[in-house]
């Protein structure tokens, strides 16, 4: 089976599928991205990320070439081309190939449009969160808008490989002030010693997580404690529980932040409960992607 991509209005080979050596996205990582989980057929989470992508570009006034109906209808094709049924989807908006200069002015370029679909056993990654992650913290060396969801990945990129490098899953990024802002591709949790769950106000610091979000409504559901508040290392080293939240990740346990066990070593109940949780009101709210190209919440997964 051939790995089949979309680019500007063409479905190509993937080995093929590439974009202009002018590009802004390629010269100025000057486009923005969002990513879906598509699970057993679902696209999770379509519409908040659909959202957060309008808003990344009208942030940075790059017009949506597309609408949501003709993006639904490329990521559909691209997953029943794929045959995935379980994997990722990769969106990315460019503000368009033009001769290099860093002024844009008013004449914008046509935009780049490109997705691509990825395979992923989501079974080996069930295993992994049953064990929990261990984090390293690193000084946040990103810019001061890291609410918009921009391709300019380079500070993250540094930081993953360094966790990599450490042997952990994930790093987790500290401001001025020693508090967590996030990860590097993910938003950061605890549970503090107190028993009340806490994460970052979705201030310029962070990317307000689509899973963040709906991990907030199951812990409002599930009658939670949750304080929406910065936490500091020494809080997270001290907490109960930690975790990790993103679209490819779900609700993930952090069990060591630095050197430092977090409670028993153990992914804690909480999260583990907030990963069950997430997981059931996804399925029975995320809308199926529909083959005829309506969406409509219920009912059975039509991608075979
Ligand atoms: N990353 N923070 C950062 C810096 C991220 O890159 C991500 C997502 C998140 C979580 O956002 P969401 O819940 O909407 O996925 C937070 C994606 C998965 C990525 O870069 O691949």
Redesign the pocket.
């Known amino acids: 089976l051939n790995r089949i991509s979309y680019v500007n209005g063409r479905f190509v080979r993937h080995a093929h599928a590439s974009v202009h050596v002018e590009d802004r996205g390629f010269q100025f990582g000057d486009a923005v991205y969002e ?1 879906w989980t598509v699970f057993d057929g679902r696209l999770l989470d379509e519409e908040g ?1 659909f959202t957060r992508l309008d808003r990344s570009l009208s942030e940075l006034s790059i017009r949506n070439p597309k609408s949501r109906q003709a993006y639904l209808a490329i990521i559909r094709e691209l997953l029943r081309r794929n045959r995935i049924r379980d994997g990722l989807i990769y969106l990315q908006v460019s503000r368009g190939a033009a001769p290099r200069d860093h002024v844009f002015g008013n004449q914008e370029a046509s935009p780049t449009v490109v997705l691509t679909a990825k395979r992923v056993d989501f079974k080996a990654k069930e295993a992994k969160a049953a064990i929990g992650v261990s984090v390293i913290t690193l000084r946040d060396q990103r810019w001061s808008r ?1 609410d918009i969801k921009t391709v300019n990945l380079l500070p ?1 990129v540094l930081a993953k490989q360094a966790a990599f490098e450490a042997g952990a899953g994930e790093a987790w990024l500290l401001d001025a002030e020693d508090f967590i802002t ?6 950061a949790w605890i549970v503090t010693s107190e028993g009340v769950l806490m994460t970052r106000p979705a201030d310029n610091a ?2 307000n ?4 979000r709906r991990v907030i409504a199951c812990a409002k559901q599930l009658g939670l404690g949750f304080e929406e508040r910065a936490f500091s290392l020494s809080e997270a080293v001290r907490a109960r529980e930690a975790f990790i ?4 990740t779900f609700v993930t346990p952090v069990v060591q932040i630095d050197d430092e066990i977090i409670a028993n070593g153990a992914p804690g109940s909480i999260s583990l409960s907030l990963r069950d949780a997430y997981q059931q009101c996804n399925q029975i709210d995320t809308p199926n992607i529909e083959q005829d190209g309506t969406v409509a919440a219920g009912g059975q997964p039509c991608i075979p």
């Open positions: 990513v990320h890291c993250n996030e990860g590097s591709s993910s938003n962070i990317l997580g689509v899973t963040r939240t993103s679209a490819s």
